[in-house]
Nanobody, 125 residues
Framework: VQLQAFGGGLVQAGGSLRLSCVASGRTFSSLVMGWFRQAPGKGREFVAVIARSGGNTNYADSVKGRFTISGDNDKNTVYLQMNSLKPEDTAVYYC???????????????????WGQGTLVTVSS
């Protein structure tokens, strides 16, 4: 599976961005797709996940109510809509994938074998 993430940029606090991740190389609907982020000097952390078959989603507590993960099977793309951004959301955002359906949803970096290159999100105060 090859993943390509894009859509990052500089935004003021309170603003919005939408990240996209395009997957290729495997049937998109059979993947669990996750978004993770890594802030400067910190480890990579879970943000959101979606099981493409079944559509189950889950979020880190820090982004619940502000971020929405969704997918488009026709475009082999998963999105992360980020609203009400805060300076602490500043990080490199990575999309990741693992095979499976709803029962394969995981929240840890080591559970995902496929990764995109990351896209930088900077939120200014």
């Amino acid at each position: 599976v090859q993943l390509q993430a894009f859509g990052g940029g500089l935004v003021q606090a309170g603003g919005s961005l939408r990240l996209s991740c395009v997957a290729s190389g495997r049937t998109f609907s059979s993947l669990v797709m996750g978004w993770f982020r890594q802030a400067p000097g910190k480890g990579r952390e879970f943000v959101a996940v979606i099981a493409r078959s079944g559509g189950n989603t889950n979020y880190a507590d820090s982004v619940k109510g502000r971020f929405t993960i969704s997918g488009d099977n026709d475009k082999n793309t998963v999105y992360l809509q980020m609203n009400s951004l805060k300076p602490e959301d500043t990080a490199v955002y990575y999309c990741a994938a693992r095979a499976g359906g709803s029962y394969s949803v995981r929240y840890y970096v080591n559970d995902y074998p496929y990764w995109g290159q990351g896209t930088l999100v900077t939120v200014s105060s």
